[in-house]
């Protein structure tokens, strides 16, 4: 589910849709090859798949993104919700009845093929229909998982990677549940095993498994490509999508060195690229020691190695008493009349202050007198990073006038009287009768898991608290 469009700035900060903590990713672990060894195959973990960045989901369920377990009849693990659980714990109904290791002919081949990829830094870990694994990080009590409620959970082990725990012990010092995410792009009939293997799992939900089962395009299970799909998930769920997502974009466009042009593969467990030509200099009088000869390995540090964010601003104008919010139509929302918060990217060695003030002139052709960042979201189409800030404008006769002429992106900009906005944010608040008298033009704004939603809203709340005083 959504936020309500009540909660507060605080809440949405902690809990933003795409960007909710749920794993502790101690990305430091993804070098150890004993960790990667050990959550790999233990029956507890959980695995999201991906075929060309669309998540496996079963959307008959409440648009559910598709986690799967290693091991049968595995715990599942309770949301934590604000002011209600304290602690994440067994809900006391099973995860999922079936398992991968069951379930999938040569699931565990696969395993065992990625990890010695993986741990020897194979120079064929991504050839062929090989999957590419992605560590995600750990449910752990940092993210609020109540490990003691799980070790009643235990069991009987029942093969040797089973130590009969519902939960991962590294060391005595990591514990809880490894996550990861798997692209199956290049294996096509994986992908399609995993289809059928959800779709009995849900029939046997249901109970339907033996008398009329369904079909996995009934039950909705499929590798989805729809927004309408990724803007309904669970907090939680959209998190991890969006997670996975932003990791296999990046592994998929960057297939090459930038530096001597040779393939790459993704080392320590995904979470970084490492060039695959090995050849070095001569050894010379001047420099005995031999280099490689690709710019990329033989750097300090390689920026080019690690996954990249694009920074992107969006930001809320207003003026300095909140009476007054500009809002803009742009090209592709015309039919829907959606206004929306001015946005585009950052540049090189600009602030995000000046980015904000130069996006804003530019589309808008305002001056803005003074920023404030107010709230980020990760936006996984493909890869950005939004950065919400507050432009206040004083009006002077000059800094607030509209001028679309710079760029020519937008179809129009307006100064709306914040009370029109506030009823747009808040639909309980109109009146019955005056839903067309209010708003005749039929103006909408962004949907209320997006970060231009809660600037808006933001804006439209410190007017009503200004007002208060």
């Known amino acids: 589910m959504s936020h309500s469009i009540h909660s507060s700035i605080k809440e949405i900060q902690k809990d933003m849709y795409f960007g909710t903590e749920v794993l502790n990713r101690v990305s430091f672990l993804r070098e150890d090859n004993e960790f990667i060894t050990r959550s790999l195959f233990h029956p507890s973990t959980r695995f999201i798949f991906f075929n060309r960045q669309q998540p496996l989901v079963y959307k008959n369920y409440g648009t559910k993104l598709a986690i799967l377990t290693n091991g049968n009849n595995q715990v599942n693990i309770d949301e934590l919700t604000p002011g209600v659980h304290d602690k994440l ?6 995860f999922l009845a079936n398992g991968l290791y069951e379930g999938i002919p040569g699931w565990k081949s696969v395993l065992n093929t990625w990890n010695e990829d993986n741990r020897n830094h194979d120079k064929e870990l991504r050839a062929g229909g090989k999957p590419i694994f992605l560590f995600m990080g750990l449910l752990d009590e940092s993210i609020g998982l109540d490990v003691n409620s799980l070790k009643g959970e235990s069991e009987p082990a029942v093969s040797e990677d089973d130590d009969g725990e519902k939960y991962l012990d590294h060391q005595g010092r990591y ?34 498994a033996t008398s009329k089962p369904k079909s996995a395009e009934e039950n909705g299970v499929y590798y989805t490509h729809s927004r309408k799909h990724f803007l309904s998930f669970e907090h939680k769920e959209a998190s991890l999508y969006s997670y996975g997502a932003m990791f296999f974009n990046w592994l998929k466009t960057n297939k090459f060195c930038p530096g001597c042009g040779h393939p790459t593969i993704p080392i320590h467990a995904g979470g970084k690229l490492a060039c695959t030509n090995d050849a070095k200099t001569e050894p010379t009088a001047e420099k005995p020691e031999p280099r490689f000869i690709c710019p990329v390995r033989s750097a300090t540090v390689s920026n ?3 996954p990249r964010t694009d920074m992107a601003i969006i930001s809320i104008i207003t003026n300095r008493d909140r009476s007054k919010i500009l809002l803009s139509l742009g090209k592709r929302h015309a039919i829907t009349k959606m206004y929306s918060c001015t946005a585009g990217f950052m540049e090189p060695s600009e602030t995000v202050e000046i980015a904000t003030k130069r996006e804003i002139w530019e589309e808008t052709g305002v001056n803005c007198a003074e920023v404030s960042i107010v709230m980020t979201q990760p936006w996984p189409f493909p890869s950005n990073l939004m950065i919400g800030c507050m432009g206040v404008v004083d009006f ?50 962004p949907m209320s898991e997006s970060i231009a939603f809660s600037l808006i809203k933001l804006c439209v709340d410190e007017a009503r608290n200004a007002h208060k005083l």
């Open 304 to 306: 080019v190695s690690f």
């Open 89 to 94: 714990g067994v809900t006391g109904t099973k």
């Open 175 to 208: 514990q809880g549940i490894a996550y990861y995410a798997v692209d199956v792009t290049r294996n096509q009939e994986l992908s399609q095993q995993l289809i059928e293997f959800v779709n009995r799992c849900v029939n046997e939900q249901q109970g339907t």
């Open 396 to 445: 002077n006769g000059t800094d607030e006038v509209i001028h679309l002429g710079h760029d020519n992106e937008l179809l129009d900009a307006r100064w709306f009287d914040t009370s029109f906005v506030r009823k747009l944010v808040y639909p309980d608040e109109v009146a019955a009768g005056e839903d067309e008298s209010f708003n005749p033009e039929g103006i909408l704004i």
